[in-house]
């Protein structure tokens, strides 16, 4: 509900001034951007080198338990009472620490991504408001806020983009 006050608002602002002057709005995507710049990009696959491993790890799990399974589903008839309760809590017990273990890597990828992909952000949106200053835009929306149309050219997202890549070369 707020949001929807906050861009009316914007809106009616947006209105006024261009009964006044001439209005320049732009709009972007701050995920778009992300994806597709520098830093974004090489966070992406710092991130991706260091759970890699981790992901592998739970493959071969996955493929552990299904191999046990199979041998329980084949071994079935042959296997006495008790070493086939055995297999069975065996199996339930691998099934269990893999969800776990798959649980805790969502977790843990999802945590460092957000903290890794903050810095990114914030840097968006200082280029995305050096930018508007100085080509005189009146207004920068983010176009995943409930923007329901953006005419190609106020589109600035590879403007934008552009202009962090500037910036990663530049070092800074």
Not at 95 to 107: E, G, K, N, T, W
Request: proline letters at 1%.
């Amino acid at each position: 509900m707020k949001k929807i006050l906050f861009l009316a608002a914007i809106f009616v602002l947006t209105l006024q001034v261009a009964a006044f002057a001439e209005s320049k709005i732009g709009a972007f995507s701050v995920q778009a951007t992300l994806l597709r710049c520098d830093y974004g990009k090489a966070f992406t696959a710092k991130l991706k080198a260091k759970f890699e491993p981790m992901s592998k790890e739970l493959e071969r799990d996955a493929a552990a338990i299904q191999k046990l399974e199979s041998e329980l589903k084949n071994q079935d008839l042959a296997l006495k009472l008790e070493a086939k309760q055995d297999k069975q809590r065996e199996y339930r017990r691998n099934v269990r620490d893999h969800q776990d273990s798959v649980v805790a890597f969502r977790q843990k990828f999802q945590m460092e991504s957000q903290q890794g992909q903050q810095p990114i952000v914030e840097k968006i949106i200082q280029v995305a408001n050096k930018y508007g200053k100085a080509n005189g835009y009146t207004l920068i929306v983010e176009m995943q806020q409930v923007v329901l149309y953006v005419d190609d050219a106020a589109d600035i997202t590879d403007e934008i983009i552009a202009e962090l890549n500037k910036l990663k070369k530049a070092g800074k």
